[in-house]
């Protein structure tokens, strides 16, 4: 019942900051999920994650309901703390989010970003002072005791680095690491990458492998006829385990039509040679089930079972 991977933990000032609302719990571990996965960004701050993959890390929330989570964090409670854009990854269009820091930190703790500016001229003074490991509630905070605010949770983000960074007078848990915390909020993956946030399931990574056998086989074939065809060195296999991950969560294809679908293209002409890899298919997908469509009476692609259940084993004769 314990552990990483079967408990969910809300730092207790982001419930004080939505209590009285409803979904105070599920506000704050959406909100907890931001901000973890705003420190995985890109250069200029900006991350994405889907309302499934956020509402899997909150507790098993739903995509519809963790829509409506994150549109309320954003309109009602943390306008100017969550920025949020849509960008193409890989040619999709894609929910980001930025984090505004100093923001946040200022709504959560209010008085924190006063107190802060405070103790900046006087360091030798406020390095002193005793620092408390309790966290205080939201009434004792809005008392104004700017001493009360010098023991709230001090946090990693960029503000008053020096003062972060000193020994506080109580043992501090270790925190996991990157890859630890992804494996424990995506309990499915049989490969990923924490720092470029993919994943795949079993599943994934055998349609990934079937695909790559199609294409050696083309290889091999060209081989055989011209004799001077160099085969491709082998994929990366998270990009593309990744990728048919994408296809299934957010366009909504199963393994079977992702099969298909290549199967068709491995056998044409032009798309044989063009149709290379999962990303590439995925981004061709419209145009290939047009050009590609039933009514051209292809031949039935026999190395895929009637259900998707062992692609390791598919024969690419």
Partial sequence: MSGQKNVVVLPRPYLDFFRGEQQAHALAAVLNNLVFWSAHGDEDGWFYKTYEELGEEAGGLSKDQT?????????????NAISMRVKKVNGTPTTHYKINGDELISRI????????????????????????????????????????????????????????????????AAQPDAESAFKSSHPEAVIFSAKKRQWASQEDL???????SRISKLYEEAAESDGEVVKPKEPNWTDWANEVRLMRSQDGRNHRQICELFGRANRDAFWCRNILSPSKLRKKWDELSLKLSQSATPRSITDIPETYSEPVGFRTE
Wanted: glycine fraction near 2%.
């Fill in 109 to 172: 703790f209010k008085g924190f970003s006063e107190t802060a500016k405070s103790r900046k001229p006087n360091r030798e003074a406020a390095k002193s002072k005793p620092r408390s490991c309790e966290i205080e509630n939201v009434e004792s905070r809005n008392l104004g005791n700017r001493e009360v605010a010098e023991s709230f949770l001090y946090t990693d983000f960029k503000t008053d680095y020096d003062l972060q960074t000193n020994k506080p007078s109580c043992p501090v």
């Fill in 67 to 79: 829509e409506r989570l994150v549109k309320k964090l954003v309109r009602t409670h943390l306008s």
């Fill in 206 to 212: 055998r349609c990934a492998e079937w695909i790559w």
